[in-house]
């Protein structure tokens, strides 16, 4: 038996269920894949939702691996001692523990979705997309047995309802809810999402006035066992609702290895200043996405990572015509290969920031009937821009190849334009360096009054 503490409306819910010891199985020949719906699209139908001016829902499933196919193969399980009457049990469905549970799960919902029309996103397979006479009327992310959904009324009564009466449903809630750790607020000009509660969790590594003075002692194995678990949970935050703080927590991971007292001070502090400052994304009603455009923002910073690494940050938001915007998408993490140069350090951010404004692009048009998504890519870095512009090579042949990667996308118009922007307007910038906060990133104090969010 397993139990499964979860917080519910500010309290403390504890539930016990069957665990099968599945790492006894063999499951070389099982298929054990199964899709959870990323970030990026949870951002994109909460932009919708606000757009179109749809609540945002949840549905919790109730015992949902119990609610699947039967199983296809024989199972015997010992029972608990609770129920041990000196016979076996043979399962007739998925239960946790087995390898393959979650995707027999995932594979009756799809099914079950499948026979409401209901399509799944080609490029997100736990984003599904209902349509009636080519226009979107609702959205559904599915991550394990928590559907987050937002859609008409008739998207509610020919779908929702509809599954409703297939599961077992366990909780739902709508307009102001938490959905796997995201806390979700519906407004009148838009919605919001959050992780305060999430962050009043987190507790700082313990340490001694003694151990305080030792700063440039190696930490010890416990000490890296509370470090990882910290940087563990920031960056799910800076993943999430936090972009504000991805750099430093990328820092920090990468320092992991070789971590001393110093990074764990640095590592408290971040945790004090996460617990004291309420922040959060904030998604304006945006006008008719067939007029929106995607606008992506890139930088580095060269060699600033340990063994000549450089850090590469992007943000990309959907913009409508009317200059509101939603932040969908960003990252800071280490470029994948080491360079010699500031122009080379931001040709890569710049390659990775417009492959994932593509990505966007295309999931967007599947949302929608727009078969055009217009991309703008803004940099800081005049030598990348120029090169851009001309026809004259740059000397190193390696960086050659890179460029020639963007002026292909141009050329295939993949991406609208490169332009280039001052540095104090280089949003990215607080991705690639420490502690930097930037205005209009999308991310709003909770205090701030509407009329600042608006801008």
């Not at 799809?110 to 397979?125: R, W």
């Not at 020919?158 to 077992?168: G, N, R, W, Y």
């Not at 050659?400 to 141009?410: A, G, Q, T, Y």
Request: glycine letters at 4%; aromatic letters at 8%; one cysteine or more.
């Amino acid at each position: 038996m397993d139990s499964d503490r979860k917080t519910k409306d500010d309290g403390l819910v504890i539930k016990a269920r069957l665990v099968a010891r599945g790492f006894e199985e063999d499951t070389t020949s099982l298929r054990k894949d199964s899709p959870t719906c990323s970030k990026e699209s949870v951002r994109l139908l909460v932009a919708f939702a606000s757009s179109k001016q749809w609540a945002c829902n949840t549905v919790d499933v109730k015992s949902a691996y119990l609610q699947g196919d039967k199983i296809e193969r024989e199972i015997f399980l010992k029972p608990p001692p609770e129920f041990n009457d000196g016979n076996l049990w043979k399962l007739k469905k998925m239960v946790y523990g087995l390898c393959d549970a979650a995707r027999a799960w995932y594979m009756r919902v799809k099914s079950a979705l499948n026979s409401l029309s209901v399509k799944m996103c080609s490029l997100d397979n736990s984003l599904f997309i209902w349509k009636r006479n080519g226009k979107l009327e609702g959205l559904i992310c599915i991550y394990v047995d928590d559907f987050l959904w937002a859609g008409n009324a008739t998207f509610k009564k020919c779908v929702i309802d509809e599954l409703q009466k297939q599961f077992l449903i366990g909780s739902s809630a709508s307009e102001s809810f938490t959905y796997v750790g995201l806390r979700i607020k519906s407004f009148s000009d838009g919605i919001t999402i959050d992780q305060t509660q999430y962050a009043s969790s987190l507790v700082p590594v313990t340490i001694s006035s003694a151990r305080n003075m030792q700063r440039k002692s190696q930490l010890s194995e416990s000490e890296k066992t509370a470090y990882r678990a910290l940087v563990g949970q920031l960056n799910w935050m800076a993943t999430h609702t936090r972009p504000d703080i991805a750099y430093d927590t990328c820092e920090l991971s990468v320092a992991f290895s070789k971590a001393t007292v110093t990074e764990l001070v640095r590592l408290n502090k971040l945790v004090k200043r996460v617990k004291n400052e309420s922040l959060q994304l904030f998604f304006p009603r945006l006008h008719s996405f067939e007029t929106c455009s995607l606008e992506c923002y890139t930088d580095a910073a060269f060699a600033n990572l340990p063994n000549g690494g450089s850090q590469g940050g992007l943000i990309i938001f959907l913009k409508d015509d009317s200059g509101k915007k939603c932040p969908i998408f960003w990252q800071s993490r280490r470029l994948k290969r080491v360079v010699n140069s500031t122009l080379a350090a931001e040709t890569m951010a710049l390659i990775e920031g417009a492959e994932a404004a593509v990505y966007m692009a295309g999931i967007i048009k599947q949302l929608t009937a727009v078969k055009d998504v217009k991309i703008r890519c803004l940099v800081d870095n005049k030598s990348l821009h120029e090169s851009l512009l001309s026809s004259k090579q740059v000397e190193n042949r390696r960086l050659r190849l890179d460029i020639s990667v963007l002026d292909d996308m141009i050329w295939r118009e993949e991406i609208k334009k490169v332009e280039w922007v001052q540095t104090s307007h280089q949003i990215a910038d607080c991705l690639t360096k420490r502690e930097l906060l930037q205005r209009n990133s999308g991310v709003q104090s909770a205090g701030t009054e509407k009329k600042k969010k608006k801008q």
